[in-house]
């Protein structure tokens, strides 16, 4: 059972490029988020689902697009990478029922965009 | 939609004191309340949570409060120790619907032995 498994870890990307951030859950959960973490800025929600097939826009969405096609993976794309988005992402999933259910965090994945 | 405000936003403390993180909500319909902690380099890790219908939660050196009618909650570390040095986060959210937690900006705890 590895909980929720991101990658990749590392990745620098140049200003303009794409990319693919993956996240997978084994625990079956119904709820999947993506977070952005920025020095002294707490983790502010980018986008979540609430189960296969959808998605909803958190706190800062705006240049990241992502997919829940399959109920274990959620993936965040960045379709035009801008230094703004230089961050560490974290994904996590819970179980069902939303807010009521504790949050089970990936690793991170520290981007740079250059 | 909630806001919620944690400070300080940086502490330090000797080895053995006790150190108190506050943490403030907006939406009075929220009723669950998570602290996580993350070490550096680390995932952020749920330590303790409390819901609305009850006012103290204990474990071992940690403590949560929850005052709902000044929508306000805390957590109490005693006898801390240098590997509670850490940042640590406060939420919030509603049971009801799928709105997900939202998130304080976070303290950074140092312990000094």
């Known amino acids: 059972n590895a909980g929720v498994t991101q990658t990749p870890k590392f990745r620098v990307l140049k200003t303009g490029q794409s990319m693919t951030l993956l996240c997978a859950q084994d625990?079956?959960?119904?709820?999947m988020y993506w977070y952005r973490q920025d020095p002294g800025m707490g983790l502010r929600l980018i986008h979540y689902?609430?189960?296969?097939?959808?998605?909803a826009k958190g706190e800062v969405p705006d240049g990241y697009n992502v997919s829940r096609l399959k109920k274990q993976n959620f993936l965040l794309g960045l379709e035009s990478a801008a230094p703004s988005q230089t961050s560490v992402y974290f994904c996590?999933?819970?179980?069902?029922?939303?807010?009521?259910?504790?949050?089970?965090f990936g690793d991170g994945t520290r981007l740079s965009i250059l | 939609g909630e806001n919620v405000e944690q400070h300080p936003s940086t502490l330090s403390v000797q080895e053995g004191d006790s150190a108190v993180i506050k943490c403030t909500y907006s939406?009075?319909?929220?009723?669950?309340f998570p602290w996580y902690k993350q070490e550096l380099g680390k995932r952020p890790q749920l330590i303790i949570d409390?819901?609305?219908?009850?006012g103290e939660k204990k474990d071992q050196r940690i403590a949560v409060t929850l005052n709902k009618t000044a929508k306000h909650f805390s957590l109490h570390i005693t006898e801390t120790q240098p590997e509670d040095s850490a940042v640590y986060f406060c939420?919030?959210?509603?049971?009801?619907?799928?709105?997900?937690?939202?998130f304080g900006k976070g303290t950074r705890l140092s312990v000094i032995a």
């Open positions: 625990m079956n959960h119904e709820y």
């Open positions: 996590a999933s819970s179980l069902t029922g939303g807010v009521n259910q504790p949050q089970h």
């Open positions: 689902s609430v189960g296969e097939g959808t998605t």
């Open positions: 939406d009075s319909a929220s009723n669950y």
């Open positions: 939420a919030g959210g509603r049971n009801s619907g799928n709105t997900p937690l939202v």
């Open positions: 409390i819901r609305s219908n009850v």
